[in-house]
Structures are given as C-alpha cells and as structure tokens.
C-alpha cells in the first residue's frame, strides 16, 4: 500500500493520546503520501471541535491541531471526481455517503481505506468491496 486513503477518525489519533493512537502513528511514519476526500478537513476539524466541546482538548491546542494536519501530505481529491461513484456506493452498500467518498478514492486511486470508524468496516463485510477497508 503506497498511499493509504487515511479518515478523519485515524488522523485525530495523530494529535491525541486515544485507542489506536499508535497504530495511526505507525502508519503516519511510514508513508509520505497519503490520500483524502476533499470532506477530510471538515470532518477532522468537526472532530477537533467535539473534543473541544467534551474539554478533551484545550482551545488553543485546538488550532494547533487544525494548523498541523493541513501540513501533512495528504493528496486531496475533490468531490467533483468521485461523486458518481461514491453515491453509487452509498445508494448500494450499507454505508453512509461520506465513508461512500473514502471508498470512492480507495477504488479510484486502485489502495485501502484505514479506519477507525467500526460501523463504516463492519458494513464493508459482506459486499465486494469488503478488502478495500481496514481497521485500525
């Protein structure tokens, strides 16, 4: 896997000390690219932003968090190019329209979805995709 297709719930453990946090490091170090929907960064800072609100993570760090992750290499793929696929997807599998978007880029870019999002690979189980995502 040459550049993983990285959700928002793995990257958070790039920050915070939470369940998973060293697997997602170990992933985070040795790959110098990796691939992301455009929703990426709104569903990271919306992360953020809840941890924020349960006083997980101080405001000021909060913006530290948001500025550090811009700076990593994620490829950045828009919405305006998966967006057929990821509704097909959506409309067909038991998944929602945006975990639709990660597999979308996944089957696009030809690499895997790691996650940390149990329903999202949970509903991947029985449909033809099922090798396309992995769990943290």
């Given at each position: 896997?040459?550049?993983?297709?990285?959700?928002?719930?793995?990257a958070i453990k790039w920050f915070l000390p939470e369940e998973g946090f060293?697997?997602?490091?170990s992933i985070l170090n040795s790959h110098n690219r990796m691939i992301v929907p455009?929703?990426?960064?709104i569903e990271f800072d919306a992360i953020v932003t809840k941890k924020v609100r349960q006083q997980l993570v101080e405001p000021e760090d909060s913006s530290l968090?948001?500025?550090?992750?811009?700076?990593?290499?994620?490829?950045v793929i828009s919405y305006s190019k998966i967006h057929k696929l990821a509704f097909d997807l959506s409309s067909a599998l038991?998944?929602?329209q945006y975990d639709a978007c990660y597999l979308s880029?996944?089957?696009?870019?030809?690499?895997?979805v790691i996650t940390a999002d149990k329903r999202f690979f949970k509903g991947m189980r029985y449909?033809?995709?099922h090798n396309l995502v992995e769990v943290l």
């Open positions: 896997m040459n550049a993983p297709v990285i959700d928002a719930c793995v060293e697997e997602a490091g455009d929703l990426f960064f968090i948001i500025q550090e992750i811009r700076k990593l290499p994620l490829e038991p998944i929602t880029v996944a089957i696009e870019f030809n690499q895997k449909t033809p995709y």
